[in-house]
């Protein structure tokens, strides 16, 4: 938009400026011709009695006479004069003037030649008549010299009006580039009013409208992750006891179908106790827990993460954790990187091979989970990072896991990506939470906080 009106406000200028020299070369023509029309009409009413006197002062009258040079140097005349006799043949005539007579009328007035704007003037009763001519040429010249002392200022100020164009239409635009930064900062993270001090008043109704949109937006999500947190934390004490109550059945069963069944239903009562589970995560998630203001060394979480799920997840799953001994420490938030971090190792050990080992790889600015296992089409694994997408592995799942960690790799900067193939590998999974290579959130390791502290495995 900038650069359109730029353009357009420069070329309106320029138009504008053309027109106006059109304009004034019209004017200027006309007060040129009017000006160069008195000046023949003088010059002969000036010239007249001088030229009669001379021929009647000469001896004779017949031969053809010339007037002497106006000037002392050889300069061209630009007026040229001719006295013609009632008959029309020229006798005397100025030192530039054609010696044939103008091809105009022996009367009183002004005319027109192929070459000259001359003025008739009769004298002695119409015996002699003085004719004094201005060359067109030289009108035309008059023109266009004064035509190109108001282009050529043109021609050098146009640059100059471009440049100041520029300078006001940005600075006009200002409060817009600052308004769209405000918009364009807001996520359901940040929903706070825009600021609209300094807004000129259009920007304002803008900036008010977007306000109740925002506020209306943090109403619904509001509500939306209220009823989730909600619904999550309600159920989880009646399943508790759903499960308690089927297990401590299973256990007064005999073997047979009522037995299975009961095993059924504890299967069931899991996997709905798991998803209320990820559910109050995805409300955690949602709410913004990514970012703290104290560095954090986060190797020490993985490891601690690591080894409760190799003891809890009930696959015996064995999960190596490899580093190139160097700090990977960000400013983010205990809880959401533990909780992330949870889910991308439990996606590698549900998802993935029961007999491979999940291997996770700790550099200086990411951190590699994978395991072995089928390959996922992309157009699938396009679609895991968003609620309820699952992937085409024969376990269950919530579709949630790799949903709340994207969510919380967002909120603290970072960026999940997903692999499959596993990168120099034939088949398999891998998710890997990478920061930005800036260090803007490291700091030095005496001041980062240092975690839970585990050996590695």
């Known amino acids: 938009m ?58 004779n009258l017949g031969k053809h006479l010339r007037l002497p040079h106006s000037t002392a140097t050889d300069e061209e005349e630009y007026l040229a004069v001719q006295v013609r006799n009632a008959s029309g043949a020229v006798v005397m005539h100025s030192h530039d003037a054609p010696h044939l007579p103008f ?16 003025f008739s003037l009769p ?16 009108r035309r010249e008059a023109i266009w010299e004064s035509i190109m002392a108001l282009l050529l200022p043109l021609l050098a100020l146009m640059p100059l009006s471009a ?24 996520s359901s993270v940040n929903l706070a009013p825009v600021d609209v001090e300094g807004l000129p008043s259009e920007l304002a109704i803008i900036a008010n409208s977007v306000d109740g949109l925002l506020d209306r937006l943090r109403r619904a999500i509001e509500a939306e992750r209220a009823f989730t947190s909600n619904s999550a934390h309600e159920l989880r004490t009646p399943l508790a006891g759903a499960l308690a109550q089927t297990q401590r059945l299973m ?45 954090l060394m986060l190797e020490p979480v993985v490891r601690m993460v690591a080894e409760e799920l190799s003891r809890s997840s009930g696959r015996n799953a064995s999960i190596v954790i490899a580093s190139f001994g160097t700090l990977l420490v960000r ?50 694994l396009a679609r895991l990072k968003y609620p309820f997408e699952r992937g085409t592995a024969s376990s269950t799942g919530t579709g949630l896991g790799l949903a709340i960690a994207n969510s919380i790799a967002q909120q603290m900067g970072a960026e999940l990506q997903l692999y499959s193939p596993r990168p120099g590998k034939a088949d398999g999974f891998q998710a890997s939470l990478i920061f930005p290579e800036s260090l803007g959130a490291i700091e030095d390791a005496n001041s980062a906080q240092p975690g839970p502290n585990f050996a590695a495995e």
């Open 2 to 59: 900038t650069k359109r009106l730029i353009l357009l406000l420069t070329g309106a200028i320029g138009l504008m400026w053309l027109c106006a020299v059109g304009l004034g070369a019209f004017v200027m023509r006309e007060e040129l011709d009017e000006v160069f029309d008195r000046a023949l009409s003088g010059t002969a009413q000036r010239l007249l009695p001088l030229v009669v006197d001379d021929m009647f002062r000469r001896e």
């Open 103 to 118: 091809d105009i009328p022996l009367k009183f007035g002004y005319y027109d030649t192929a070459t000259h704007r001359v």
């Open 123 to 138: 004298a002695i009763s119409g015996t002699l008549v003085l004719q004094v001519g201005d060359p067109l040429a030289h």
């Open 163 to 186: 440049l100041l164009v520029l300078v006001i239409v940005r600075r006009t635009l200002r409060p817009i580039a600052s308004l769209s930064r405000e918009i364009g900062g807001r």
């Open 251 to 295: 256990e007064e069963l005999d073997e047979g179908p009522t037995r299975e069944r009961a095993g059924q239903i504890e299967f069931s009562l899991r996997r709905l106790a798991r998803l209320a589970e990820k559910l109050l995560q995805l409300a955690r998630a949602d709410s913004g827990i990514g970012k703290a203001p104290a560095p």
């Open 331 to 380: 400013r983010v938030d205990i809880d959401a990187f533990a909780i992330a971090v949870r889910n991308l190792i439990e996606n590698a050990i549900f998802h993935g091979s029961a007999v491979e080992q999940v291997s996770v790889l700790i550099t200086a600015n990411r951190i590699d989970v994978s395991n072995g296992g089928p390959i996922v089409d992309a157009e699938v």
